[in-house]
């Protein structure tokens, strides 16, 4: 990626080396190894099926696995997005056969009504939040999160300090500890709802980080999974008031667009820009635009409806592990935490796997050995979840792990 003389001298006058600058060249989101969701898929796929005759890295999976593993959504994209998408597909030889890729700028500005200029399209949001580091941090500024959280290796191989802070008792960011980690942070990050917790912070702590941080430190919000909190938790009131923050939003969680990767920054005009400096992801395809293009239009009946779905077959492993006594954290997302007594979570994992039940990568969260994430299935999943789970239960710790 070009970074330009301006971008690069910044950057050295931050406190980076010219080796550093250089790696930032091949584009921040590569050079920033955030621990993503797709990454994470890959590696819980690994062992499953096996290779096809010809190679080229496809597996066959076995259909009676149940993978919830990376908080996609089994609902997949909405009946208008599929039948818009099945629309642009044969005009896929132009770039932007019938100004997709604008109606879904307009509808990004004013499903959250802010004014133009304050938000930009992006592929997902994981390119976006990994250049928010570049932008807003340097050695010397660091990138201070809660933890567990999401992407907690993010910036230190850019040569970035980050400062992991561990949430409160009831599992929102301990917004007073992050301040005093480090007061002169370069970005606050929040994932609301944290992932992987799903648990919410208020914005009553939002204004706590903007009222008390460095004034030219910015508040990084992470909206990947809010639409399942509810429209109370949007925090995009911050940027129509041009405060010092950008919110993540995309369309791989409640809109079920994982593999199709569009999501958008939220943010004043020059705090877009910065982000930007380090990257836009390259053209969104028509496809992915169409299909959120037409998945906000039916907001928010559909928001409503993916809701319900979602809490009802949450509550069913919920009801499930109060009756066999597991252990779990209430989430307000897609996706919850759970631990079984006597079992580390690799346990948990390869003894769930044997039951072709995939959850997510073991250990992922080091500071939480005995905890694994659960994503929420289609409610046979869930079903298939609970049967495993009290088989697990009543067996115990696997001989290997």
């Known amino acids: ?15 980076y080396s010219r080796r550093q600058v250089a790696r930032l060249a091949l584009g921040a989101s590569a050079a920033v190894p955030f621990f993503n969701e797709f990454a994470m898929a890959q590696q819980a796929q690994q062992g ?16 009676d696995v149940v993978r919830i593993t990376s908080n996609e959504n089994p609902m997949g994209p909405t009946k208008e997005g599929i039948e818009a998408m099945a629309k642009v597909g044969p005009l896929g030889w132009r770039y932007d056969p019938q100004g997709e890729n604008l109606e879904f700028q307009g509808l990004l500005e004013s499903t959250e009504n802010v004014k133009s200029g304050y938000v930009n399209g992006y592929p997902g949001s994981s390119v976006p939040l990994a250049n928010s580091v570049a932008a807003f941090c340097s050695p010397t500024r660091p990138w201070v999160m809660g933890s567990p959280g999401y992407g907690s290796g993010s910036g230190r191989f850019i040569g970035n300090k980050v400062i992991q802070v561990p949430l409160r008792k009831d599992y929102s960011h301990d917004v007073e500890a992050m301040i005093k980690a480090d007061p002169n942070a370069g970005a606050y990050y929040i994932c609301n709802p944290n992932n992987p917790t799903g648990t919410l912070t208020s914005k009553k702590d939002f204004e706590y980080i903007l009222a008390n941080k460095p004034k030219d430190a910015v508040l990084v919000i992470d909206e990947a999974y809010v639409h399942f909190a509810g429209e109370d938790v949007y925090s995009t009131e911050f940027v129509r008031q041009d405060k010092d923050v950008v919110v ?19 943010g004043r005009p020059d ?26 239009k039916v907001l928010p009946a559909m928001l409503k409806e993916r809701i319900a779905i979602n809490k009802t077959n949450r ?13 779990y954290i209430p989430s307000t997302s897609n996706f919850f935490m759970i631990s079984v007594k006597g079992m580390t979570s690799a346990q948990v994992g390869t003894a769930m796997a044997a039951k072709k039940v995939m959850l997510a990568g ?4 080091p500071e939480w050995p005995n905890q694994i994430r659960v994503t929420v299935g289609t409610f046979e999943e869930m079903t298939k979840f609970n049967a495993a789970l009290s088989e697990v239960v009543k067996e115990g710790p696997p001989k290997t792990a």
Request: proline share 2%; glycine share 14%.
């Open 271 to 296: 705090l877009l820009a910065k982000v930007a400096e380090f990257g836009r992801g390259g053209h969104l395809p028509v496809t992915a635009t169409a299909c959120a293009a037409a998945s906000m």
């Open 48 to 63: 499953q099926g096996r290779r096809r005759a010809g190679g080229g890295g496809q597996r066959n999976f076995d259909p």
């Open 362 to 365: 073991a250990n992922r969260w």
């Open 1 to 15: 990626m070009f970074l330009t003389r301006k971008t690069q001298e910044s950057l050295l006058e931050r406190g």
């Open 315 to 327: 509550d069913l492993a919920f009801e499930h592990m109060d009756k066999i006594g597991v252990s």
């Open 248 to 266: 993540l939003r995309t369309f791989s969680k409640i809109y079920g667009m994982a593999g199709l990767r569009a999501g958008a920054l939220y």
